[in-house]
C-alpha cells in the first residue's frame, strides 16, 4: 500500500487549496479514506472521511463548510478542497486508509499566512 500526497502550499488567509493522494496497491474504490491534520507543536487530528462504498462524507468540525473531501476511483485519487483557509489551518496534511492497519503517507505542508 502507498499513499502519496501532493498540493500543499503557501496560501494568504481566505484562499484556497485542493490536495491530492493518490493510492495503489489495494482495492481503493472499496475503502474509506480519511484526511488527517498535525499542526506545529500539536497532536495529528482528524480532518474528514470519506467511505469507499457509497462515498458518505464527515467532517470535523472546525473544517466543516470549509474543506470537501472527494474520491475519483478511476484515478485512485482522494481530494481535499479547501476554501477559506485560516492560519489555524497551517499543519502538514496527511491522507489515511485502513487495510489490515493503518497506513499514512508522507504528508505535504499547507501554511496559512499573509
Known amino acids: 500500500v502507498q499513499l502519496v500526497e501532493s498540493g500543499g502550499g503557501l496560501v494568504e488567509p481566505g484562499g484556497s487549496l485542493r490536495l491530492s493522494c493518490a493510492a495503489s496497491?489495494?482495492?481503493?474504490?472499496?475503502?474509506?479514506m480519511s484526511w488527517f491534520r498535525q499542526p506545529p507543536g500539536k497532536e495529528r487530528e482528524w480532518v474528514a472521511t470519506?467511505?469507499?462504498?457509497?462515498?458518505?462524507?464527515n467532517y470535523a468540525d472546525s473544517v466543516k463548510g470549509r474543506f470537501i473531501v472527494s474520491r475519483d476511483n478511476a484515478k485512485r485519487t482522494v481530494y481535499l478542497q479547501m476554501s477559506k483557509l485560516e492560519p489555524e489551518d497551517t499543519a502538514v496534511y496527511y491522507c489515511?486508509?485502513?487495510?489490515?492497519?493503518?497506513?499514512w503517507g508522507q504528508g505535504t505542508q499547507v501554511t496559512v499566512s499573509s
Open positions: 489515511q486508509t485502513t487495510y489490515g492497519r493503518l497506513y
Open positions: 496497491g489495494f482495492t481503493f474504490s472499496s475503502y474509506a
Open positions: 470519506i467511505s469507499g462504498v457509497n462515498g458518505r462524507t
